[in-house]
C-alpha cells in the first residue's frame, strides 16, 4: 500500500466520476487474484451483508484476497463510512501524453462503499489536468476531451 498525501483533498460529484465508470453496476468489480469470471456487484454486498465478515485491514497482496475478502472490505466501509478516507484519483496517459480520462488510483474498496451508500460526494486527492478537475467537481459542465 502507498502513503499518499491526504492534506490536499478535494470534493468530488461521485456521478461525474461515475461517467468515466458507466458499466460499474452491471458488470461489476474485479480485483486481481479473484477467479477470471468472479466480478462483485454492488447489489451483491447488499444482499449478502449478514454473511459476509468485514475486512478492517487494507489489503497487502491481491493475490491472497478472493471475492469473499473484497466483498468483506467494502462491507467494512459501508458499516463504519467514519473510516472511509479520501480515494486517489489521477489521469490515464497515452503514448506519453496525458488524457483527460481520470481513474482511480487508490480507494476503489471505499468508491464502492459510498456508491451502496448513496452518497453525491468523495473526498479525493487529485493529481491532474485543472479543466477535468473543475468539470469533477461541477465548476463546469463541459467535460473535457482530448490530450
Known sequence: MCDYNYDATDTILLERLL??????????????????????????????????????????????Q???????????????????????????????????EPFIEDGWHRFAALCCLGNTHVEAAYSGRRDVLAYLKGESDERPFGW
Open 66 to 100: 478472493n471475492r469473499e475478502w473484497h466483498m468483506g472490505r467494502i462491507l467494512y466501509f459501508i458499516n463504519h463510512p467514519e473510516k472511509i478516507r479520501p480515494i486517489v484519483i489521477d489521469l490515464k496517459c497515452y503514448k506519453g501524453h496525458v488524457t483527460s
Open 19 to 64: 461517467e468515466y465508470y458507466p458499466d460499474t453496476f452491471t458488470t461489476g468489480f474485479q480485483w486481481p487474484g479473484m477467479e477470471e469470471n468472479s466480478v462483485i456487484l454492488l447489489y451483491d454486498v447488499l444482499a449478502e451483508a449478514d454473511t459476509i465478515a468485514e475486512q478492517s485491514e487494507p489489503l497487502h497482496h491481491f493475490e491472497d
